[in-house]
């Protein structure tokens, strides 16, 4: 078994000043060891793990981590900054930073040795060694003589304290998405905290480097629960009938003596949590800042994170059943949407029979956008047992012409009728099918009944009268809507807003119409200029930007030609008062000019690969190009902006006031 961690793997002097950077740095000590063999696909697996969570912890700590297929074995890189590198934590940079890379199939013994490494750094002398060790072989040999810490494997502790009292107990879960560092670091907080306070806490890791039970014998004798997790805690219903405090997993390392009071004062109180398994992981807690669970989140918060989900599951029905049915208009033209089921006329040398194929293939697809979108929305809500009648009021809005909004309604509706029958006390008899039989019979009846004969017509109306007024749209009513849309499209490039106006626009591809296509055609250009304008500004002026930032730059070209928003993000996070209201107005000025043009688009994605498809493309693409331009500009100037005031006070510090004028001047 390769060591974890070898001299060369070690950094004491680390000069990156952000995590990007100090990431690349560590990762390409990684490279010349021969640990990763794609050093950007690697960092992009870092970039998308430190996206789900910031990566810092209290104490100067960060610990950006990730599993990728560009990893060989199990490695760990560590590296000492001076000035402090930002990792997202509350009390301030980060001067301890370690890189953890775990294979895709990595194997548990290198995993245990990881675990104990996250729970080492909770101990102060650990980190204070660090900080004061000078040589690179003897700082890797203590990091690799890292070993587990009992409590934290499940295993139980004493029962009893000193004076032969019974103390109080606690029965922990800790888990986090990448199952690597915060899972095993939470249950080290956890337990240290617990023999601070002389309260008994036994804590199951559900992570990578294993899964083992707690004993059934240490929960049933278990005065109260604590869950700090990021993904749902397995096999849930162990704990039915304790006090449970359910919070993410950075509250677990954070704070964990205040995790443990509260779960007293649930218990003094005499607070049941009710948990099953058609909860999700969610129970009864408190989510505070740290949460993972919606539930705990602010009613709008929550809202959005139901219809996120719904969007999500949604995306790839949308993707491969436009496209399907853009690809069948090219080759037989939009009239082959009329033609035979290929079913019963089929013939395998002419070109239209193939197009009316893919037409058919994908239009199947396209019946499945409102009821997928309505099931995945009520699954956010209440899990597996809201599918059946989330899907079955998608299905019926669809039968009463009440489309994409009727779905949303749908959704909403099962999730709600599922989480208010969870909530009705049942006998222990039934507990076994309520999730699978009596919960989605009761709810499909119920949403059933509210979508034929409650909202079902209401909605239809509504959706009627938006239809029209799309079609209706024309000019300066249509530049406002294309302005608006380009302004959510590049606002968050991704995020909430970028995702509602998609959403809005696919939506509308279900039933098209000459409206809902040019909604279409103006959220694809739109969200197509952030990343081409980064792409634009790293090409033209170089120097404004960091040799990370020119290599984002050439990858941004073509994520931005594929209609991927998200290829902007880096800038953004880099410098985001200057790069978010730049590529916003490009943004903007797009969306406006493909309203303007009247350009129409039935594809959902595609970027430029599409464009032959689009009703005026020669128009649609200068659309593209002028707000490019209009974001690169912006941003270039701000930036040059912002470099030139230090160089001018340099010079007037230098050469006194005037001088610094003619700095600023020039």
Not at 35 to 40: E, W
Not at 613 to 622: N, T, V
Not at 636 to 664: F, H, M, W
Request: hydrophobic share 50%; net charge negative.
């Amino acid at each position: 078994m390769s060591e974890l961690i070898t001299a060369e793997l070690v950094d004491l002097d680390l000069s990156a000043t952000t995590k990007d950077a100090a990431a690349r740095s560590l990762a390409e000590r990684m490279v010349a060891a021969h640990r990763v063999t794609d050093l950007d696909g690697f960092l992009a697996d870092v970039a998308a793990r430190e996206a789900q969570m910031p990566t810092g912890l209290d104490g100067g700590i960060g610990i950006p981590h990730c599993r990728s297929e560009h990893v060989t074995a199990p490695t760990l890189a560590f590296g000492r900054s001076a000035a402090g590198i930002d990792f997202g934590a509350a009390d301030g940079p980060a001067d301890l930073i370690f890189l953890i890379a775990a294979p895709a199939g990595a194997d548990d013994d290198h995993l245990t040795i990881l675990s104990a490494l996250a729970r080492r750094l909770m101990d102060p002398e650990f980190t204070a060694a660090l900080r004061a060790g000078t040589d690179p072989a003897a700082v890797a040999a203590l990091i690799r003589g890292a070993e587990p810490t009992p409590e934290a494997e499940g295993t139980e502790p004493e029962t009893a304290e000193a004076d032969g009292s019974v103390p109080f107990r606690i029965v922990a879960v800790t888990s986090c998405p990448t199952g690597i560092a915060h899972t095993y670091m939470a249950a080290e907080s956890l337990a240290a905290a617990g023999r601070a306070e002389g309260v008994e806490v036994t804590v199951e890791t559900q992570g990578s480097g294993g899964f083992k039970k707690l004993d059934p014998a240490a929960i049933a004798a278990a005065d109260a629960v604590i869950w700090a997790h990021d993904v749902e805690v397995r096999e849930k219903t162990r704990f039915r009938g304790k006090p449970v405090v359910d919070v993410g997993v950075k509250a677990g390392i954070n704070r964990p003596a205040e995790l443990i009071a509260e779960a007293r004062r649930k218990a003094e109180r005499g607070e049941v949590a009710a948990v099953s398994e058609a909860d999700g992981g969610r129970g009864s807690g408190d989510g505070g800042e740290d949460g993972s669970a919606a539930d705990h989140a602010h009613f709008g918060v929550r809202l959005r994170t139901y219809l996120m989900s719904g969007v999500s599951y949604m995306v790839p029905f949308v993707a491969a059943g436009g496209l399907l049915i853009a690809l069948s208009f090219a080759i037989g033209g939009y009239e082959i949407a009329s033609a035979k089921s290929v079913a019963d006329h089929f013939v395998w040398g002419e070109a239209d029979s193939w197009a009316a194929l893919l037409n058919q293939i994908g239009s199947a697809a396209f019946a499945f956008l409102v009821p997928v979108l309505a099931g995945y929305i009520a699954y956010g809500m209440a899990d597996r047992p809201a599918l059946v009648p989330g899907f079955v009021g998608g299905s019926i809005a669809l039968t009463v012409n009440a489309g994409f909004l009727g779905g949303l309604v749908a959704g909403l509706l099962a999730g709600a009728v599922v989480m208010a029958i969870q909530r009705v006390p049942v006998h222990a008899t039934l507990r076994g099918i309520m999730p699978v039989l009596v919960i989605p019979l009761i709810a499909s009846a119920v949403v059933g009944f509210l979508m034929f004969i409650v909202v079902g017509k209401p909605i239809a109306s509504l959706q009627n009268a938006l239809t029209d007024w799309l079609n209706g749209l024309s000019g300066s009513n249509a530049v406002i809507l294309g302005v608006v849309l380009g302004l959510m499209m590049c606002f968050d490039m991704g995020g909430p807003l970028n995702k509602v106006a998609y959403a809005f626009a696919v939506g509308g591809l279900a039933d098209p119409t000459d409206g809902s296509l040019k909604v279409m055609a103006a959220v694809m250009a739109a969200g197509m200029v952030p990343p081409l304008a980064m792409a634009l500004a790293t090409t033209v002026r170089k120097k404004l930007f960091t040799k990370t930032e020119r290599e984002n730059g050439r990858a941004a070209w073509v994520l931005g030609a594929s209609f991927i928003t998200e290829g902007a993000i880096p800038f953004a996070a880099a410098d985001p008062l200057r790069v978010i209201p730049s590529v916003m107005a490009g943004g903007a000025v797009t969306g406006a000019l493909s309203m303007a043009f009247g350009a129409t688009l039935r594809a959902p994605h595609g970027g430029v690969f599409v464009v032959p498809l689009i009703s005026e493309p020669f128009l649609y693409l200068l659309a593209i190009a002028a707000g490019t331009l209009v974001a690169t500009a912006l941003v270039v100037l701000l930036k040059g902006a912002r470099r030139a005031a230090p160089d001018a006070a340099g010079e007037a510090g230098a050469t006194g006031s005037a001088d610094a004028r003619v700095t600023v001047a020039a």
